[in-house]
């Protein structure tokens, strides 16, 4: 029998908000339509504060979904987690939090900006790549506009779509140069201009959106986006699965 893909859930679990009510049931519809088995596993952000420890208790997870859901417990938990899988190329989805985080850890790891911060965990941040939207994204759809050629663009296999968000922070744009430079693409973009997905081109699997796909779950629907990620991690399983 083929094992199930088994996938990190990194995040502190709380029932009361819909969008973690909504993966596990997200994850299932895709895998379901997909033929596979699939097992979600919580990965509390405040389990993962020392390198090696995350490094152990990430290991065994053949794809990473940093979720909604921050200010974390511990934001360097979740910075933790994104960097490994960006280093060890294990497919990675990141989404809301995720998304913004996705940015921060590419910022100061790879740009080399250690004070890249976010503004709604830290108010008082001296680089805050990460700032409170103009016009809030609270319960709002959007549209987004996909870059030919890109990972993204190829999971919809269009390039404009329609999604749902639930945020008031997103990417402070003056940045944009010092992310290109990190490595991490802006994918998607909203009519504005403003970016809602970024990706890594030479990872196996590596997008961050600042949309919530998993709400794609509350009509009962399987969400491509989330087909792709459980497709890579099929593709790219981790050495073992968790115990």
């Not at 009510?21 to 994850?27: F, G, K, N, T």
């Not at 910022?107 to 941040?125: F, M, T």
């Not at 998993?214 to 792709?228: G, P, V």
Request: aromatic share 6%; with cysteine.
């Amino acid at each position: 029998m083929t094992r199930p893909v088994h996938i990190a859930l990194v995040g502190d679990c709380d029932p009361a908000l819909r969008a973690h009510a909504a993966i596990p049931v997200a994850l299932h519809l895709a895998a379901d339509e997909m033929g596979r088995g699939i097992q979600p596993a919580w990965v509390a952000t405040d389990s993962l504060t020392k390198t090696a420890a995350a490094a152990a208790r990430l290991e065994p997870f053949d794809g990473i979904w940093c979720v909604p859901g921050s200010p974390y417990r511990s934001m360097d938990g979740a910075l933790r987690a994104i960097r490994f899988a960006r280093e060890n190329g294990r497919p990675f989805l990141g989404t809301c939090g995720g998304f913004q985080h996705a940015i921060i850890e590419s910022l100061r790891n790879v740009a080399g900006l250690k004070d890249a911060d976010h503004a709604e965990s830290n108010p008082g941040a001296k680089m805050p790549v990460i700032t409170r939207l103009a016009c809030s994204l609270v319960e709002r759809g959007g549209v987004i506009r996909l870059q030919a050629g890109t990972r993204i663009a190829a999971a919809y296999r269009r390039h404009e779509v329609t999604e749902s968000f639930n945020c008031n922070f997103g990417f402070d744009k003056r940045f944009e140069e010092a992310l290109a430079k990190s490595g991490l693409k802006i994918s998607g973009r909203d009519p504005a201009g403003d970016a809602r997905v970024v990706e890594l081109p030479n990872h196996p699997f590596f997008i961050a959106t600042l949309f919530q796909p998993e709400r794609s779950a509350f009509t009962a629907r399987s969400h491509s986006l989330i087909k792709a990620f459980i497709e890579s991690a099929k593709h790219n399983p981790a050495p073992k699965p968790p115990a």
